[in-house]
């Protein structure tokens, strides 16, 4: 199960995925991918053993014209047609009446019923705050923190996380005989959301606001969205993988209560922490954040609780779901590879001081700190460069823009160049003496281990598994501080000596530990041990590292 990546997209994520599947040719691989519309191209060549499956997020219910227009996604990024028109207050007319099931006769009152009861304690679940970790004010509960954290939620003995998994699978059953989107979209819904906020009146004064009937369906919109994943028949197979907690374990969560399928879940980068990053960006407001930052919440915990087996990419992912609720006898860390044919010592550096970097354009990779800290580099280094190598996925160009912009703002537009998208990748780090890495919230980086393989020597912001990566082969910085990356890419710049040692370690450890066929050996192994009957699961301390 993916989201927005493996096989419509290009990107890191999308890559392991490529490498896991071709690697067990031995299997066969059916990929459900959460997608806009279900009408994007896949841009992937997929083998014979390969096929998949779009989910439309963003499109009408089961082909049906919108009762409400045009739609924008959580993230805040613009879906085809995307937007909050003003006229979104006025209730459409597919809200009046009882809702329809599947085969279009009106549902029974108990049925009805039965929603009601579902739906309220859905809606009261994800309004509940989260109980705060030891030292955790309650002022603090579901607020972003400085420097793009957030704070820890953790579920009560995971009381909380139980109760919303058995809600979860009552309104997975409903829907199966049901339309659990048509009962989504009436009028009721919207009538308990604002039935739970007005109990919660006093909480809301205390902010100094009050939710509107604006807010409410925008919010119960967002969530017939997000629920769509449990709608129609769940997978049939012999073990699901989940690309991503969130969203995406939906599926695997169905199988897992009708079948009893064997539920893997891997974490590139982790879910609830980048929710609550990139909900900052979104134009709505702090009452339908806040009810949709609940249903991420509890979602991710019960995603750590039911999965059989966790697989975090790097320690660092480790820590967080085991601060979110995971056990950590569930987990294995394996960590990501490439493949070091395609990637062989890059060679000769530029003639210019260059700085290099690779990746998709996106808000959370943070080029505008390693423009700016470019405009340093610059003032030190004139006929240094900076050469940008990626392309710009849908609903990110007006941050490519900025980011031009911001260039041309610092003087640094004719040394800066955005090479968009190139058919090998080994030629972006090639061409930079150094090659760095901003980002504000990451995995296990390919662009790093790649770079790591080429023995180019790296410059790379502390977040995800970045420190697990680079050791001391590198210099890490803390992320969003242009002088500190500056400093550490002048340092490079102005010494050959270090730059070649640190390059060749680099290599040697890529080389060592992080390499595709460990990786997919390790994946291969667990696939057989989650799916054997009876099969001992090699406990935590005793996993092989990849």
Known sequence: MTEGTYPHSYGGVSV?????????????????????TGTEPVVWDLPEHVSSEPIPMWGPPNGRPSARGRHASPDGRRRPGGGWPSSLVRL????????????????????????????????????????????QSASSRHVPVSGGGTTAHTPRNGQEAEVFQRILRGLFEYGQTADLSAALRTEAPVRWLMDAWNARAAEFDELGMRPTVHD???????????????????PRADLTHAVSNGIPILPGLAAKWTYGTPLCLTEHGIYLRERYIGMRRTPYAWPVKAVLLGFIRLLCCVGYRTADL????????????????????SM??????????????????????????????????????????FALV???????????????????????????????????AGQTTFEGRIDDVHDAYAAGTVVALSSISEGFPYTLIEAM????????????GVREAVADTGIVVPPRSPREMADACLRLLGDE??????????????????????????????????TTPGAQRRPASEARPA
Request: net charge positive; charged share 25%.
């Open 16 to 36: 392991w995925c490529d490498q896991l599947v071709r690697g067990m040719p031995e299997h066969t691989f059916r990929v459900r991918a959460l997608t806009t």
């Open 92 to 135: 459409p007319s597919a809200r009046r009446g009882r809702h329809a099931s599947p085969g279009g006769r009106q549902v029974s009152r108990s049925d009805a019923r039965r929603f009601e009861r579902l739906c309220r304690g859905f809606l009261h679940a994800i309004l509940t705050p989260a109980a705060p970790v030891s030292g």
């Open 216 to 234: 409410a369906l925008t919010a119960i919109d967002l969530l017939e969205h997000l629920l769509r994943p449990l709608q129609g028949p769940p």
């Open 310 to 329: 966790l697989t975090p990419c790097n320690l660092y992912n480790q820590r967080w779901e085991a601060r979110c609720g995971a056990d950590a006898g």
């Open 332 to 373: 294995e860390t394996v960590y990501n590879g490439v493949d070091p044919a395609r990637f062989p010592a890059a060679g000769a550096e530029p003639a210019a001081p260059t700085i290099s970097w690779a990746g998709r354009i996106d808000p959370i990779k943070d080029l505008e700190t390693l423009i700016r800290a």
């Open 378 to 412: 610059k003032e030190e280094i004139p006929d240094a460069r900076l050469r940008l190598f990626g392309g710009t996925p849908t609903g990110c160009e007006r941050y490519h823009a900025r980011c031009e912009a911001l260039a041309a703002d610092l003087g640094v």
């Open 453 to 464: 393989t080429c023995g180019r020597v790296t410059v790379a912001t502390d977040v995800g």
């Open 497 to 530: 000596v270090s730059r070649r040692r640190l390059g060749h370690a680099a290599r040697d450890r890529a080389l060592e530990l992080f390499t595709v066929d460990r990786a997919v050996d390790t994946f291969r192994g667990i696939y057989s041990d989650l």
